[in-house]
């Protein structure tokens, strides 16, 4: 889809109907990742539709897995299990995508093959240590800049024991990625979390038969094989969130968000946008892939500030974007804390959100872990998306419940994620 560099908002219409977002990112990604490894074929519906898991496809085709989308939009991966994988001829681009590349270098620790994994400019600023560390300890060869600290990273294969790993910070990449090389090595591998990050990998495996087990804050997997599956994935909360926001905060709004992913670890913001005085309703529809689904229902209302901390972050890390614009419209003053992570996303958010939410004249601090915003009425603006497809969500949902015209530029950094984000705003608010 070819997107516009701007998107030009306002006009506070207020939003009504239901939504289908695309399918969850996090769960189309695994869906390609352990389709691939996977023996035979798997066919999967409603898959993200951004850029970034079309990396995730991409490289499994590099890989050697054929992939076919059939005319009903349903994807067929011809999976090869853990010993089909074969050497790719091409750098792997794994563009604007954490999940990708993180997931994908703990897939291919254990090959024997020598890939290349590379990413755009953002991701190649984006630390790497983290994972690549625990996986040199589980045996793999894994090259990098900076001592693979950060991409290009080479990786020649190599990892063949199961270890014990203790997260410093709650990252279901590393978790995932450390997961996907324990169920190719010998012995078992322990991973241990400071708090709760989302556990899709751990709900498909398991699904899938995998001998996996949670223990509290601990995740232990042993070697496995994997068969085909089916999977419809359900909707994306971290994209419904941004119209969940804008639904609060645009009076006269009356908006339900249809078959939702309602992973407990993925709906932190429905907590905190009801902690706020926000009026949403979730129902549940039932379980796909071994995940709660979901609809949610949101009406405007009038909100108040809160504070976002300590183990509540990983579940809202996502949705963090849009819950600083929730508390720029909101009465009071809102606290961020403990959200260091926030400074090596697609962009340093806590410095693009501080700047975003200054230009709509929202008086708002900067913290080395989180930020704090004084609500109040923000007015119109030129916006900028910073390359970060979740800060031009932010900003358009923001400009939109304002009455005069914003702009925000850099549109095209939405694609990583939504690029239908713009049309479905348009198709909820109506005719102005
Ligand atoms: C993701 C995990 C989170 C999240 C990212 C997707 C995943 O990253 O921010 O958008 O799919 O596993 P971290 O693992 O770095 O916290």
Avoid at 170 to 187: E, Y
Avoid at 209 to 232: K, N, Q, S, Y
Avoid at 342 to 357: A, C, F, Y
Avoid at 392 to 397: E, G, L, N, R, V
């Amino acid at each position: 889809m070819s997107l516009p560099s701007e998107l030009v908002v306002g006009g506070a219409r207020p939003l009504r109907g239901r939504l289908r977002v695309p399918g969850d990112k996090s769960i189309s990604h695994r869906a390609y990742l352990i389709g691939a490894v996977a023996s035979g074929r798997s066919r999967c519906t409603n898959l993200a539709t951004g850029d970034d898991v079309h990396a995730s496809r991409l490289a499994i085709e590099h890989l050697g897995v054929r992939v076919r989308t059939g005319r009903d939009g349903a994807v067929a991966i011809h999976g090869v299990g853990f010993d089909g994988l074969r050497e790719p001829e091409v750098v792997l681009d794994c563009g604007n995508s954490g999940t990708t590349i993180r997931l994908l270098l703990g897939l291919l620790a254990p090959q024997s093959f020598h890939a290349v994994l590379t990413g755009d400019a953002s991701l190649r600023a984006r630390p790497m240590a983290r994972v690549v560390e625990p996986l040199r300890a589980m045996g793999a060869a894994i090259d990098g800049r900076d001592g693979g600290a950060f991409a290009p990273l080479a990786v020649r294969g190599g990892a063949s024991r199961g270890i014990r790993h203790e997260l410093p910070v709650a990252t279901a990449q590393v978790k995932s990625a450390l997961l996907l090389a324990g169920a190719q090595t010998d012995g078992t591998t322990e991973v241990l979390e400071p708090a709760r990050s989302r556990d899709h990998t751990e709900r498909l495996l398991g699904a899938l038969g995998a001998p996996i087990g949670v223990d509290g804050l601990t995740v232990r997997i042993r070697r496995t094989e994997l068969g085909a599956f089916e999977l419809d994935v359900p909707s994306d909360p971290s994209s419904a969130a941004f119209f969940a926001v804008a639904a609060c905060i645009t009076p006269g709004s009356d908006l339900v968000l249809e078959k939702l992913c309602c992973n407990p670890t993925r709906l932190g913001f429905v907590d905190v946008l009801r902690r706020m005085g926000a009026d949403l309703e979730v129902v549940p529809t039932g379980d796909e892939g071994g995940e709660p689904v979901g609809d949610l229902h949101v009406r405007a209302s009038a909100l108040r500030a809160t504070t976002i901390s300590g183990d509540e972050i990983p579940r809202v890390i996502d949705e963090i974007p849009a819950l600083a614009i929730a508390a720029a419209f909101a009465d009071g003053t809102t606290e961020i804390r403990d959200a260091a992570e926030l400074r090596v996303k697609e962009s340093d958010r806590i410095g693009t959100i501080h700047q975003e939410l200054s230009q709509l004249g929202i008086g708002v601090e900067p913290a080395t872990d989180g930020l704090v915003i004084r609500g109040g009425r923000p007015r119109a603006a030129l916006l900028k998306s910073h390359g970060d497809h979740r800060i031009a969500m932010a900003a358009a949902i923001a400009g939109h419940a304002i009455d005069g015209e914003s702009i925000v530029r850099g549109w095209r950094a939405v694609g990583s994620s939504y690029p239908e984000f713009a049309a479905h705003l348009e198709r909820l608010a109506g005719p102005s």
